[in-house]
DNA sequence: GTAATTATCTTGACTCATTCAAAATAAATA
DNA sequence: TATTTATTTTGAATGAGTCAAGATAATTAC
């Protein structure tokens, strides 16, 4: 789904042109699950250091309608992006350091589409953030107690 | 709870002023359900005209953190703000227009809350919002099938 | 009630992820 | 190989939100 051979058949099909930077764009982000713009940018230009940052905006942008990548963006969070498409999974967010992580869904396949009442709205994606602390996070915590760096 | 005298307790308890902007803040954020900042900003000045946007953030930040307020911030929008706390409830948003909705848990309590495997994360809020068309923009999309301005 | 203290507000500049736009480039087609 | 035009480069612009210094007003002490 992500190979090279992938993005170029997913971008054929859209008419869209095969280009290096959607390419590596693509390659970075698999070789960095949850990386932010600015480490995407990075990694594409170990390989090709001539790419711009338009280019990487513009390709993720791309990637992310064709369905190939999914962005997140907790508050008050820059975007971040993962190749693990369509399998509804969620994510928990530590609201200390930032690191985030994927969770499966609880409770099966789609659960939290069923929305008790939906006010007549047709809803076609239940997103799902966690927050709270992660393991590093809950050490610092009880390490030092009182006159914690906030 | 969000009466002009709770707001009084909450804050003097938290050894905070009782400030006409905190006051106002609060009261727009009443008046005006999921309003965004510049909203918030209109509504307080109808009363007070000189307070300063700086002073509308400040309080809405405080706010939020005594647990008066609430904020929402779904992807590419700016952030909101709503007075209903404490009751996990959840939101939709329209994909088209930006259309916000509160939606009630589907399964009962809290049941997002338990994820099956959070990695050692210690979980303490889910947050879930609800993607989709509001009934409005359903209709605006199947009158107007092929051109329809995106 | 008045004065002193200092949290809060005003003002205005600043940040920084993201977007816009014009000219240059290169992927696809003929 | 030449042509067409989607993409990219370059560099400036946007805008929600933040920072910081001095002014103001909510509270406390008298």
Same mark, same amino acid.
């Given at each position: &789904?992500?190979?090279?051979?992938?993005?170029?058949?997913?971008?054929?099909?859209?008419? &869209?042109?095969?280009?290096? *930077?959607?390419?590596?764009?693509?390659?970075?982000?698999?070789?960095? *699950?949850?990386?932010?713009?600015?480490?995407? #940018?990075?990694?594409?230009?170990?390989?090709? *250091?001539?790419?711009?940052?338009?280019?990487?905006?513009?390709?993720?942008?791309?990637?992310?309608?064709?369905?190939?990548?999914?962005?997140?963006?907790?508050?008050?969070? #820059?975007?971040?992006?993962?190749?693990?498409?369509?399998?509804?999974?969620?994510?928990?967010? @530590?609201?200390?350091?930032?690191?985030?992580?994927?969770?499966? @869904?609880?409770?099966? !396949?789609?659960? @939290?589409?069923?929305?008790?009442?939906?006010?007549?709205?047709?809803?076609?994606? !239940?997103?799902?953030?966690?927050?709270?602390?992660? *393991?590093?996070?809950?050490?610092?915590?009880? !390490?030092?107690?009182?006159?914690?760096?906030?």
């Amino acid at each position: &789904m992500t190979t090279s051979e992938g993005i170029e058949k997913v971008l054929r099909e859209a008419s &869209m042109r095969v280009t290096r *930077p959607r390419v590596a764009v693509l390659a970075a982000v698999t070789a960095h *699950p949850h990386a932010d713009t600015e480490t995407i #940018i990075e990694a594409v230009r170990q390989e090709h *250091p001539l790419v711009s940052h338009q280019a990487v905006y513009d390709s993720l942008k791309l990637l992310t309608n064709l369905g190939l990548l999914r962005q997140i963006q907790p508050h008050g969070h #820059i975007a971040r992006y993962e190749t693990r498409v369509g399998d509804n999974h969620h994510h928990v967010v @530590c609201r200390n350091c930032g690191t985030l992580a994927d969770v499966d @869904c609880a409770v099966g !396949a789609a659960p @939290c589409l069923h929305a008790s009442d939906h006010h007549g709205f047709s809803i076609d994606e !239940a997103e799902v953030i966690y927050w709270g602390l992660c *393991p590093d996070c809950q050490q610092a915590k009880t !390490a030092q107690p009182a006159t914690g760096t906030v």
